[in-house]
């Protein structure tokens, strides 16, 4: 890439005006095209540093966020290793665009950060990954299955929270007839464990994901009227009368009982 180019990139790239950064972007795909996914290091580099905005503070430049991270998943699996590091950057809005990128990105990125998982004791980056991997639209994300399992009994909130969720994901990915029994089971009883859990956002995607497990037909009868009796339970319509006293767990149930039948 001429370096001309390059600088009035980078320069539209750190500007704070919308249609600047717009601007910078338009040119940056340009030039993707013209080099190729592969041999555009530096142009990655320059468009990942638009993750570190704050949308929240500047809303306006939400829409040139989302531009970047379309950029950046059409480099493809080679920027896995750099989107896999970026993780651990330890700043929460850079963390859940890379977390997009990678699950947009697809079932290449699987192995990856299930190897990124277990190389890491931190428990922050581990629920990262398992958003990300939740992020997947591929029946193949069914081997992280065991993993989700583990990391849904962490002691850790938002890692269980999000491992909560992803297994509800997966659920609606994998086709129906072709979840292996013992990774079914593990789903359920994991699941079940944390329709008891302290925090009210766990026990509402537990349900969600048990729903989810019936609703995309992995479940047998005698496992609908289980899913159903623990619905029941939450809404306080079973012969004890107690039910869930958060809102949002008893909305996830009325949701789940439905797929129960």
Same mark, same amino acid.
């Given at each position: 890439?001429?370096?001309?180019?390059?600088?009035?990139?980078?320069?539209?790239?750190?500007?704070? !005006?919308?249609?600047?950064?717009r601007?910078?972007?338009? /040119?940056?795909?340009?030039?993707?095209? $013209?080099?190729g996914?592969?041999?555009?290091?530096?142009?990655?580099?320059?468009?990942?540093?638009?993750f570190?905005?704050?949308?929240?503070?500047?809303?306006?430049l939400?829409?040139?966020?989302?531009?970047?991270? %379309?950029?950046?998943?059409?480099?493809?699996?080679?920027?896995?290793?750099?989107?896999?590091?970026? /993780?651990? =950057?330890?700043?929460? $809005?850079a963390?859940?665009?890379?977390?997009?990128?990678?699950?947009?990105?697809?079932?290449?990125?699987?192995?990856?950060?299930?190897?990124?998982?277990?190389?890491?004791?931190?428990?922050?980056?581990?629920?990262?990954?398992?958003?990300?991997?939740?992020?997947?639209?591929?029946?193949e994300?069914?081997?992280?299955?065991?993993?989700?399992?583990?990391?849904?009994?962490?002691?850790?909130?938002? /890692?269980?929270?999000?491992?909560?969720?992803?297994?509800g994901?997966?659920?609606?990915?994998?086709?129906?007839?072709?979840?292996?029994?013992?990774?079914?089971?593990?789903?359920?009883?994991?699941?079940?464990? %944390?329709?008891?859990d =302290? %925090? =009210?956002?766990?026990?509402?995607?537990?349900?969600?994901?048990?729903? $989810?497990?019936? !609703?995309?037909?992995?479940?047998?009868?005698?496992?609908?009227d289980?899913?159903?009796?623990?619905?029941?339970?939450?809404?306080?319509?079973?012969?004890k009368?107690?039910?869930?006293?958060?809102?949002?767990?008893?909305?996830? =149930?009325?949701?789940?009982?439905?797929?129960?039948?």
């Open positions: 890439m001429p370096d001309d180019s390059f600088r009035t990139i980078r320069a539209l790239l750190s500007s704070t !005006k919308p249609e600047e950064i601007k910078g972007l338009d /040119l940056a795909a340009i030039e993707i095209t $013209k080099l996914a592969s041999e555009s290091a530096p142009l990655f580099e320059m468009i990942t540093t638009l570190y905005i704050d949308v929240l503070d500047r809303p306006e939400a829409p040139v966020v989302d531009y970047a991270i %379309n950029l950046a998943v059409g480099f493809g699996p080679w920027i896995l290793p750099m989107l896999i590091e970026r /993780l651990d =950057a330890g700043d929460i $809005k963390q859940w665009a890379v977390a997009h990128v990678l699950g947009r990105i697809g079932p290449a990125s699987i192995d990856p950060m299930m190897k990124a998982y277990e190389a890491t004791d931190d428990l922050t980056l581990r629920a990262f990954i398992m958003y990300a991997l939740g992020k997947i639209k591929s029946h994300i069914g081997k992280a299955i065991g993993m989700a399992c583990d990391a849904a009994r962490s002691p850790h909130l938002e /890692l269980r929270d999000t491992a909560t969720r992803a297994l994901k997966f659920a609606e990915l994998i086709p129906a007839g072709t979840l292996p029994d013992e990774a079914k089971q593990m789903m359920i009883k994991c699941l079940h464990d %944390n329709l008891s =302290a %925090n =009210a956002s766990v026990r509402a995607k537990a349900i969600r994901s048990l729903g $989810k497990l019936a !609703k995309f037909r992995h479940m047998t009868k005698s496992e609908r289980r899913l159903r009796s623990s619905c029941e339970s939450i809404l306080g319509s079973d012969e009368g107690e039910w869930d006293r958060a809102f949002i767990v008893r909305k996830e =149930a009325e949701e789940a009982i439905s797929h129960s039948d």
